[in-house]
């Protein structure tokens, strides 16, 4: 049987603090969640049992005495380019797998905050792919209809919060990989601003374009995950000091980009089509102005991440594993990988330059709107589909989500309804650099609207918010209160392993 509680932050919190639960019997709880589940191949590598009890039991004694874990006994789960220390990380290709030395630094940012990592989750292959498939440990099936794909590459990421087994899970994201699985599974990935999250301690893909992306069952969940993970960390190049932007006051109407009917595109899909089309008109329902865009730079971005040098990047980070093991790769991530060596320095610095000019043109738009809401993906795909035509369909799942991190764009990609045919619909809210406050908020207001179960669990939204409204997403740190709500009670007794 699933769990019979719902393990999103506000409810756990609750039950931690009324002593309904306490980490060890969540810990319990999961591991039987995760054995009954394992036909459908969402984790790689689960953490030994006994070290995870002895885990949990430790978070409970430091609570009793008094120390302040603000994300206290939260199950989560991680990518498999992620790094944890003294745990195989493979990026799914065993051939390439070695065992961490050192934690990622977000992944210390969790653990400190009190969570617990249940272990390392299934990808698609050097997250190369948007469709879930690409993996020798097998392709992750959509959890509402096990004949679709889950989505990729952070697929077991995405369906293990989905099936209820996580209350969140790390990802990442280069072209869409923190996105589409959300759209796939009825869940949340925010994507934030490039750089916001260290990225130390990650098997790189582009690594000038990589994020670590958060997967959670509600937007209040993925945004206060977030604000744990932000912090500048000065041994990645690529961090960034500022921090995010304050929200726009919540009584100000929001100017909402969509395209025009000429630049949308479904693939043939009429069920996402009309989905899509009701979505907005709930956006609508929120006083959301809707603002006509031209999405042709966007478009152009989006095709320069495959068609241009950037693949060279993907083979920049694992070539002296290409040049020596390419057969023990996965077909189609060897051939997009290969792709790399067909560019020298000067189509590198003709695309950098078309890209320099693309962003001036996009950013004009952001004078007009506040966001841009697009499907997550145009279509959805069954697992014979992509085994017979495993390239092409991948790059109509990116028409919506490759122009982002090159445009560095925050997103939040949200669960809008269901469609016609029973599976997930998603849109994601697309936003500047900075803005992902903005984003988390907004992404809330129309996920609530739509009074969607969370993921493929049974259960509903809680009824209240344990971060104090969206006002919180600006004004304070939204982890505080699971933490503090604990805190303030007696703390429940230690429970033995």
């Keep these: ?111 400190a905050a009190g969570a617990i990592c249940i272990g390392k989750t299934n990808m698609d292959q050097f997250a190369t792919g948007l469709v879930g498939t690409r993996s020798p440990y097998g392709a992750c099936a959509n959890p ?36 589409v699985p959300a759209g796939f599974c009825n869940i949340v990935g925010l994507k934030p601003t490039r750089g916001l999250v ?16 958060v997967f959670a069952l509600t937007c209040e969940d993925a945004w206060g995950v977030t604000t744990a993970l932000t912090a500048y960390d000065a041994r ?16 100000t109407r929001l100017r909402c980009g969509v ?47 495959y ?33 790399g060596d067909g560019y020298g320095a000067r189509e590198t610095f003709e695309a950098q330059y078309r890209l320099q000019a693309l962003k001036r043109e996009c950013a004009q738009v952001w004078g007009d709107i506040d966001m841009l809401a697009v499907p997550t993906t ?20 990116g028409y919506y989500t490759n122009f982002v991190n090159l445009l560095d764009l925050a997103a939040i990609a949200v669960p809008a309804q269901f469609r016609d045919d029973g599976l997930p619909f998603g849109v994601t809210l697309i936003a500047p650099a900075l803005e992902d406050a903005t984003l988390a908020r907004w992404g809330a207001r129309l996920h609530r609207a739509a009074a969607l179960r969370l993921g493929a669990t049974q259960f509903g939204f809680p ?4 971060y104090g409204g969206w006002r919180s997403c600006a004004e304070k740190d939204p982890i505080s209160s699971i933490g503090d709500s604990m805190s303030a009670q007696a703390a429940p007794r230690a429970e033995r392993v």
């Design 1 to 111: 049987m699933p769990l019979s509680y719902s393990l999103d932050l506000e409810r756990l919190a609750a039950a931690y603090a009324a002593r309904e639960l306490t980490p060890v019997a969540v810990v319990r709880d999961v591991l039987a969640e995760i054995e009954r589940t394992q036909d459908n191949p969402a984790w790689i590598h689960v953490m030994a049992r006994e070290s995870l009890l002895e885990r949990a039991a430790d978070l409970e004694r430091r609570l009793a005495a008094g120390e302040r874990l603000p994300l206290y006994g939260v199950p989560y789960a991680v990518k498999d380019n992620i790094d944890v220390a003294g745990t195989p990380t493979t990026a799914a290709c065993p051939a390439y797998g070695y065992v961490a030395a050192e934690t990622a630094y977000a992944v210390q940012r969790l653990e």
């Design 144 to 179: 509402f209809d096990a004949r679709y794909i889950s989505g990729g590459s952070s697929s077991g990421s995405a369906l293990a919060v989905a099936l209820g087994q996580v209350s969140f899970a790390l990802g990442t994201d280069t072209a869409g990989s923190g996105r």
């Design 198 to 213: 260290s990225m130390r301690g990650v098997v790189p893909a582009c690594r000038s374009l990589d994020c670590i992306s």
């Design 236 to 251: 990645d190049p690529f961090s960034r000091e500022k921090a995010p932007r304050r929200a726009r006051a919540p009584d």
């Design 259 to 305: 395209l025009r009917e000429s630049d949308l595109r479904f693939f043939g899909d009429e069920t996402a089509r009309r989905a899509y089309a009701r979505t907005l008109e709930s956006l609508k329902a929120l006083d959301a102005e809707l603002v006509e865009i031209d999405y042709s730079p966007y478009a152009e971005t989006a095709r320069l991440l």
């Design 307 to 339: 068609e241009g040098p950037w693949v060279a990047e993907r083979l920049a980070a694992i070539e002296p594993f290409y040049r020596s093991h390419a057969g023990e790769m996965d077909p189609a991530v060897r051939s997009i990988i290969a792709a």
């Design 378 to 397: 145009g279509t959805i795909y069954r697992l014979e589909e992509v085994a017979n035509e495993p390239i092409a369909l991948n790059a109509n799942l």
């Design 463 to 466: 009824a209240a918010s344990a």
